[in-house]
């Protein structure tokens, strides 16, 4: 009897999943298949992230892709007048951080003494006592290291430069519309004349208003000088290959003699008039593009 019943308790057993000898292949299936897909899960939001990020965002052959930028700056200094000059320069990359380059910059130079005044008897108006317009012409060859670069397509980077070269002081006479009525005659602008101005050969109330800027351009004279630069550059431009930003620091410049700007009629206060060394503060704004 008791044999009977466990051969029937055998028989009846349940064999379905949790039987061993079923749980031991198909559990191994399930096992290995959620193994699977847990590999899976894992390495699907690394491959997102990877898809997702940009490509090169912190590459730096991806940002020194360029190896050429020109750009080109309106200048504006303590030295100057409301719009001191313009400016291009040209870089060529020489590794990630550090660029060579050459930069041309013209400015217009004023003195600090200068005055505009009303002609009394015309009612133009000239600066009195001056005889020559004064412009610098800045051939520049210097370096730039960035110290801190900006993310691919946005943020700020930050540059360092400073360069050297010669300048051309570059003197214009200053013209005057003068009248040159005969005595005794009622002004007759047939006889206004553009001269030159002279305070010992000028007298002010003959003075109609100044004349034109470039009247005296075949009879510029030179002034040969030297400066040194040096500056930050903040660039916001947002794509690789556009650039824009702006540019302060300072500049040092020396000519080989004062530059002869103010002449009043005591010719022995030229010199403490016209200066020969022109220290200022300078801001550029600039654009331009790397290929």
Known sequence: MRSNWSANLQTAAPTGAGH?????????RLLAGAGLLAGLGLSLPAAAQDQARPLG??????????????????????????IGGASVRSARVLDERWLRFWSLEGVMLKNSKEQREVTPNYG?????????????LRPSFGMQRILFRKAADSG?????????????????????????????????????????????????ESIVDRGSLFGGVGKTSIVPGAHLRGALSFEYGRYRDAVAGLETGFLLEAYTK????????????????????????YLTLYFGHRS
């Open 20 to 28: 061993p000898s079923a749980f031991g292949g198909r559990g191994r």
């Open 57 to 82: 965002l912190n590459t730096p052959s991806d940002e020194q892709s360029y190896q050429k930028e020109v750009v080109f700056g309106i200048n504006f200094n303590t030295q100057g007048a409301l």
């Open 124 to 136: 133009g108006t000239v600066v009195r006592g001056k005889v020559n317009y004064a412009f610098a």
């Open 156 to 204: 700020v980077q930050v540059n360092g430069l400073l360069s050297a070269g010669p300048t051309l002081g570059l003197l214009l006479p200053y013209y005057i519309s003068y009248d040159r009525t005969p005595g005794g005659q009622r002004p007759d602008p047939q006889y206004f004349q553009e001269e030159a101005f002279d305070p010992e050969i000028h007298s002010f």
């Open 258 to 281: 004062h530059l002869t700007i103010l002449k009043p009629e005591a010719t022995s206060a030229n010199v403490q008039l016209n200066k020969q060394f022109f220290p200022s503060v």
